[in-house]
């Protein structure tokens, strides 16, 4: 194969796009600068929904890094620093979080003492939703997430030089320790602050919904992202349609997934007709929100899955670039539809909304550019399993 | 530290066999007399079947009234059975479906076999709604056609959800099972000299001739019944746990129930094929067929799921005190401390405590013990469900209204009638039918494969 | 041997790489009828002999599909149309809980049709009777080698060019497949004569089983035992009492559901005193009480009033409403005469709801008031 004589290192980025990159970043910094002296509750609701979908993309990329390891599987690997470099992002989304954590009060009911004061429900659950436990719980989600993080991917690069494949074995015994933790921090993470924003109500399966929906914004991005790389050239020649097929696949089942998920807490809910838990899904059923709804029944589910079920579709590199792009949307939809209309009772969209998909836009290609240039190869070297990567068949 | 070499692939089949031996091992048992030890395994298995259908006739002459179920719990050990049994017949289309979708070819050696536990499973389970009411003449009735009442069924009711689930998971696992034997069974046809054997080989198999442009359409095929079959599987279970969910029982309702059903299923599944499996490799000698690292992944897949179990759980727990009702933080109470107590440890040990000893590879490769670990599995799984069934029945919203539940003989009898039938039903197959995939085995090996072939 | 006619030549190979070479060559060669046997599914043989890949995959659709929307339009008609039940407080038309029947029915018949269709139709299965069959060739085939066969139907087909083409190949062993019987059925088993006969006679033996067993068997014992029950049926005696009646009185003071003592029996002065009329004269009590009104009371008392039904002229003549005894009676009055009848009147108390006859009230209050209207009324 001629792969042999390729030194996969890192090419610089084209500049036009580190252009674009900074220009949406700055429009959208701009943009929702203005909307907070607009609006800041509507502006922080807003930013919750874009601060969960920068969690929901980074740390669903360490889920796939792990799952990677522990599978054994060898496909993703000559693809697995792109995978990294998303993960990299971990510690600046912790700050980017921090806006959310100290005004709590803007956007979270539970954090009005005059509200918990006259709620008996409120008072019951406020051993849990209090701002001191909150910010504790946000620090114990990221210190286990910036850790796992950090060790594996320095593993990784460290094994670029070494060519240990105790590293490989080391970040496999990593990854199986961390499934757990991310088990439990993504659900409580969901739970805190996306399933609390309508502190009544409650569901034991959130913390999974949230997770389909994350491993669908995970492969979205690391889907676009080696596409793109490899339509540029960075991959030289050695992606085959075999490599791509796996992200059709992954993404039509975990849409699928999302939809049996999605449809699983619809249905509970609905039959079993109790007041305590059926307001939530009312409330998302009319008033004009029901658009959003019928926009997710369609945009996340129906469309993806015919768009993706043929054998041909799934290894289609434009059918893929495009459904990375629409799932990634509709992971924003179905955020935005878990979150606005508990504070909203009538739907809103506007301008202060497209500000902050472009301001997450933005801080997602421009933490890529930034990450991207720390890095040396563009695909992990000295990983034992890359030569049967580049073989892979299907 | 022990060291493995990442750069290759671990093989399939052990020992690098020629296609031929492949057909004499996987074909001696079809062909040779049973030894002393399959007579005597297959006795106690129909005693235990005589027992529960002696239970099970008592049963239907003298009433449901035999078993222990009561008011207010009128679900017992018949429902309790019904999820074990599907649970089971899970881990044969996962390890047949799921894992041909993933492509992980280490499941050729065991497909055939699991997805035979599969459908001997789904009938075991399918007897019980059958046989709950205690008049299961009138079962046509579950279906719909038109009738002398103009009556229809309830389409909008759970259990006849699990009508439609049920028939639908036994008739496409059979159809599945058929598919990949159809292969197998020509090659039997063109070995055999006996000629009852080859008469019968020859119209099941329906005259296949290994022609590649049949077998083009036949991995198509193959493809698309993988391709529906995971789903169903996942449909099944799911519809299973709506039996619970829908309803509005403190600790049945609840939206996490569908896929924490599921993940227990694949769990208690991969336990008893991982049991049953470890006995065939060791009487048919297959070791080299069904080998240690088939074990090694299989255990792995307990342990996550096993582990998903567990995330169940805690997210029950958490809820059941953030919901701030009530009812479902008494049950959870209950359930820890009531009279049930020891049910609910016996549950949570097997599942939770014990299946962490597989993060160890020690373990995971040791046959005795994770031989012991899968049935302690089975056990707490076969607990998960009385715990979730009974203790929510016997203790809801109204205490006025609290009662027990105590198994009579004749609930346990026909619990030991269902293990009759399904180890009846595998020691029949596994001199029948070939029990290890033929063709699927010999397209793993090293170089079955052309160095021409693979995509573009 | 008799003189069959030639079905193939066909060469088994031990390498499947020169398979795939061979595959080449014929090609090259220009051989159109031929096949490929092998023991398992080899990887890119179907590319290699150009075959396209298969349409199976919209069998699949289809008959997914139509299964899909059969479960639904079944589900709607029952739910809907035929035979509406209000269960749980759901309404009729309910999606949701359609959907997992819909699954189902959708990838049973997909499935199941995918799999008869490949079968009956694409491969023309059952056919143990394809000259292939019970052949040497086929049993090499069956257990380690890869077999080529080229029929004798192909246009360039000359038997010893293709036997020593084959040998040129790196054949190991080269045969001469004759047909067994005298013509091999080309189209789809299922439409044989003798299978058509097979399902029909299955059909009526099902039938007749499934007529057995619900219209008899299930009448017959033991299956009738719960036919026969220890309680004791309506219009039966029975020896538990000492009257041998089986059916009871209920206990003295019993009362129906909805249903509330009168308390004036007979009393009509008391009545009168006591009973208040609960309703208000509103649009719709006043339409109740008009539509009871000309239900049960017109056909005597007249449309208005007015006592001139086509009773008039009959005696005892039906009242006028109108009159100074009615006009000043108290409402609960004429509740009580309503509720107990009086002289030849009867008692409407089983005809009308409390409700309703104080509605009736209220609407001979708006007829008394048209004919003698009040100062206020007229202005």
Known sequence: MSYENQTFEAKPLPARFKQISFGLLFLGLVLSALAFTIDSHRALANYNVIFSLLVSVVVGNLFLFAIEYLSGAVWSTVMRRVNEIFISFVPIVFVLGLLILFNSHSIFHWAHEEAVKTDKLLQWKSPYLNESFFIIRYFIYFVVWILFALVMIKNSFNQDKSKDQILTYKNSRLSGAFIPFFAITLTFFSIDFLMSTEPHWFSTIFGVYYFSGTVLAALSVLTLAVIFLHEQGYFGNILRRDHFYNFGALLFAFVNFWAYIAFSQFLLIWYANLPEETFWMIHRWEKGWEIFSFILIFGHFVIPYFSLLSQQAKSNLNRLKFMAIWILLMHYIDLYWLVMPSLYKEVVFGWIEISFIILGVGIILVLFIWRYERIKNIVPVGDPKLKRSLEFHL | MRTIDYTIEPPVIEGNPSLSSINDDIARPLETKPPKSWYIAISISLTMLLTGAVCLAITFIEGVGVWGVNQPVGWGFDIVNFVFWVGIGHAGTLISAILFLLRQRWRTAISRFAEAMTIFAVICAGLFPAIHTGRPWLDGYLLPYPNQHSLWVNFTSPLLWDVFAVSTYFTVSLVFWYIGLIPDLASLRDRTTNKIKKLIYSILSLGWRHSSRHWNHYEMAYLILAGFATPLVLSVHTIVSFDFAVSIMPGWHTTIFPPYFVAGAVFSGFAMVQNVLILIRKVFKFEHIITLDTLEKMNKVMLVTGMMVGYAYIMEFFISWYSGNQFERFVFLNRALGPYAWSYWIMVSCNVLFIQLFWFRKIRRSIPVMFIIGVLVNVGMWFERFVIVVTSLSRDYLPSSWGMYIPTIFDIGILIGSFGLFFTLIFLFIRTLPVVSIAEVKAVLPKSQSSYGGSH | ?379
Request: aromatic letters at 14%.
């Open chain 3, 1 to 379: 041997m008799e003189n069959k006619p030639l079905y193939s030549v066909s060469a088994t190979f031990n390498d499947i790489n020169k398979v795939y070479e061979a595959i080449q060559k014929i090609n090259e060669v220009g051989y159109k009828n031929y096949d490929v046997h092998t023991p398992y599914p080899v990887h890119g043989l179907p590319h290699a002999m150009k075959l396209k890949s298969s349409k199976l995959g919209w069998v699949t659709l289809i008959f997914g599909f139509s299964g899909a929307i059969f479960a639904f339009l079944f589900m709607y008609w029952v739910n809907v149309i035929d035979y509406p039940l209000v269960v749980g407080g759901k309404p009729f038309y309910q999606l949701p809980a359609y959907i997992p029947v819909i699954f189902e029915v959708t990838v049973l018949s997909a499935s199941v049709f995918t799999v008869v269709w490949m079968l009956f139709i694409l491969f023309k299965f059952p056919n143990n009777s394809h000259p292939l069959i019970d052949t040497d060739y086929i049993k090499r085939v069956s257990v380690d080698r890869f077999g080529i066969s080229i029929q004798a139907n192909d246009e360039i087909f000359e038997l010893n060019k293709v036997k020593e083409f084959l040998k040129s190949l790196g054949a190991e062993e080269i045969f001469e497949i004759y047909y067994k019987v005298d013509e091999l059925k080309d189209r789809p088993r299922i439409f044989d004569k003798k299978f058509l006969a097979f399902l029909a006679l299955t059909s009526i033996v099902v039938s007749a089983i499934t007529y057995f067993i619900l219209n008899q068997l299930l009448f017959m014992s033991p299956f009738n035992w719960m036919h026969e029950q220890f309680r004791i049926n309506p219009q039966t005696s029975t020896t538990v009492f000492k009257d041998g009646f089986g059916m009871r009185n209920p206990v003295e003071g019993t009362v129906a559901r909805g249903y509330l003592p009168y308390p004036f029996k007979g009393k009509p002065a008391e009545a009168e005193m006591n009973l208040v009329n609960p309703l208000i004269p509103t649009q719709q009590v006043l339409k109740l009480g008009r539509e009871k009104y000309l239900t049960f009371c017109s056909p005597c008392h007249g449309n208005f009033g007015f006592g001139d039904s086509r009773l008039k002229g009959q005696f005892p003549n039906p009242p006028t409403l109108h009159s100074d005894r009615l006009i000043k009676m108290k409402d609960g009055g004429i509740f009580h005469i309503i509720t107990e009848g009086q002289n030849v009147m009867p008692g409407y108390a089983s005809q009308m709801t409390v409700d309703e006859r104080w509605a009736v009230v209220h609407y001979i209050r708006v007829l008394q008031r048209a004919v003698n209207p009040k100062e206020s009324d007229l202005r």
